[in-house]
């Protein structure tokens, strides 16, 4: 066999695999990218909503136990994406707020 018998044989699938692993690892990325794309959306609008949800129910000065489920739901996905501590302080206050609406007459 000659050294162009060789080269054809071992060269031309060579240069297919080489181009498949190369269209597989930029699929790769471009998936990777558009997976932080989506995870970092999914944390901003669940951001959104906690902090929206916050200011409502703080200016209400209660949190019914809808609107506190509901929070702990949003939470926990959000926290569960791997984000940072900022929203666990707000989780937190939030959890104090009472679970009914204080009568005004109540001396407590």
């Known amino acids: 066999m000659s050294f162009l018998e060789w ?17 597989l690892v930029a699929r790769m990325k471009k998936y990777k990218t ?3 794309a989506i995870k970092n959306g999914i944390q901003a609008l669940l951001r959104a909503e906690m902090i929206k949800s916050y200011n409502k129910y ?10 506190r489920e509901n929070y702990k739901n949003i939470y926990k ?5 791997g984000v940072n501590g900022v ?3 707000l989780y937190k ?16």
Do not use: W
């Open 77 to 81: 996905n959000y926290h569960e994406l």
């Open 93 to 108: 206050k939030f959890l104090e707020l009472p679970t009914e609406r204080r009568n005004e007459h109540d001396n407590s």
């Open 7 to 23: 080269l054809s044989y071992f060269g031309i699938p060579t240069l297919i695999v080489g181009a498949m692993f190369t269209y």
């Open 34 to 36: 558009e997976q932080d």
């Open 58 to 67: 703080i200016e209400l000065g209660y949190a019914p136990i809808y609107a």
């Open 87 to 89: 929203m666990d302080d």
